[in-house]
């Protein structure tokens, strides 16, 4: 079994995570509201209570999940590595196809 991204569908990959990662922001940004306004409503908890804030819980964990995610993309993006690179740096020693911060980035964005 291989690594299944590739350069071909790395934008697509990317792009899906930073909408997931933006999902969850709302997600629980509005769990945040709606707590806020149960909470001014009712002094007992309640199990609706209960639910937002596990759904919160959930949420931000899965934020900062997908976000360190994002950031270790965008590093290996900018030094034009693969993950396997990345994990064996031994193996592979020099970085042949680096061409910079700038140019890898631009490569990355004009690759179909």
């Given amino acids: 079994m291989g690594n299944?991204?590739?350069l071909r569908n790395l934008k697509k990959f990317l792009s899906?995570?930073?909408?997931l990662f933006l999902h969850c922001i709302t997600v629980s940004i509005y769990g945040i509201?709606?707590?806020i306004y149960l909470r001014k409503k009712n002094e007992l908890w309640t199990y609706?209570?209960?639910?937002?804030l596990v759904v919160m819980f959930f949420s931000v964990f899965t934020c900062l999940s997908l976000g360190c995610m994002i950031g270790q993309?965008?590093?290996?993006i900018s030094y034009n590595?693969?993950?396997?690179?990345?994990v064996r740096m031994t193996k592979y020693p020099g970085d042949v196809f680096d061409h910079g911060c700038k140019k890898n980035?631009?490569?990355?964005?004009?690759?179909?």
């Fill in 4 to 6: 299944c991204i590739g």
């Fill in 16 to 19: 899906f995570i930073i909408s």
């Fill in 33 to 35: 509201i709606q707590f």
């Fill in 48 to 52: 609706k209570e209960i639910i937002i």
């Fill in 73 to 76: 993309y965008v590093f290996l």
């Fill in 81 to 86: 590595k693969t993950t396997n690179e990345n």
């Fill in 105 to 112: 980035c631009e490569i990355f964005l004009k690759y179909k």
